[in-house]
């Protein structure tokens, strides 16, 4: 897939990992729309950089767990570019618990954490999916997580939804097949704003568990966002960004 003039509509994509990817995928020459949910300033932010690049960006705020807010997001999408080709569902939550503290999550933190890590991932596609069946096609892919493929992470509500995300990808391949192919990538443990939740100690752990004895790179991780957007060949696939953390 040729990415040139092509649209992207990236959730959470005004900080961290989703700015990485907007600002890589504004570089192939793609017009973005920069979803967020609090963060107007980061968001305004990427989008200037985005246009400074060379392409068109805009900001949509939307709380991508909602079918409603789903749909305006991707029609206003349409609106200011006339197409959608390219979703990457980026947007997600967590509660930072312990795992051995089953007491820490009530009822509320698992389903506004289930809401956003995986309804939302049906919710946003499907909107997507039927702008981007207009013009033949397009390309879905979504953030995961390491702590989908083993138990680990912020708390087990989140790597049970990582894990529900993982398998979310291979039911919309096959729904959305074979105009629109669906994959996801699963980093490790990114030094962003999400990593202020653990402690020095905890970090200092966690980047002993991977075999590469460091954390992953969230220019590298972005990357492999690009490179499988590009591939024609690939869907219903996780693909591990985690420097050696799952193997």
């Excluded at 805009?58 to 570019?81: P, R």
């Excluded at 397009?138 to 493929?149: D, E, F, P």
């Excluded at 509500?157 to 990808?169: F, L, M, P």
């Amino acid at each position: 897939m040729g990415l040139k003039g092509k649209t992207a509509l990236v959730t959470g994509g005004g900080t961290g990992l989703g700015r990485a990817i907007s600002l890589q995928l504004a570089r192939e020459g793609v017009n973005l729309a920069i979803n967020y949910s609090r963060s107007k300033d980061d968001a305004e932010k990427t989008a200037a950089d985005v246009r400074a690049l060379g392409v068109k960006a805009i900001t949509v705020q939307a709380d991508v767990s909602s079918a409603a807010s789903a749909e305006n997001m991707t029609a206003q999408t349409e609106k200011a570019f006339g197409r959608l080709d390219i979703l990457v569902n980026n947007a997600g939550t967590t509660k930072f618990v312990p795992f051995k503290d089953l007491d820490g999550l009530d009822e509320e933190d698992w389903i506004s954490i289930f809401k956003t890590n995986v309804m939302s991932f049906f919710f946003v596609s499907r909107a997507a999916a039927k702008i981007m069946k207009k013009s033949g096609g397009g390309k879905i892919i979504g953030t995961v997580s390491a702590a989908g493929l083993r138990p680990s992470g912020s708390s087990i509500a989140y790597s049970v939804s990582k894990a529900a995300g993982i398998h979310a990808t291979k039911c919309l391949a096959v729904a959305l097949a074979p105009e629109i192919s669906v994959n996801a990538i699963a980093p490790g443990v990114l030094l962003t704003r999400w990593a202020g939740g653990y402690t020095e100690e905890q970090l200092q752990k966690m980047r002993e568990v991977p075999v590469l004895k460091k954390f992953t790179d969230v220019e590298d991780c972005a990357a492999m966002y690009i490179a499988v957007i590009k591939n024609d060949n690939i869907t219903g696939q996780t693909l591990s960004v985690d420097a050696g953390q799952v193997i």
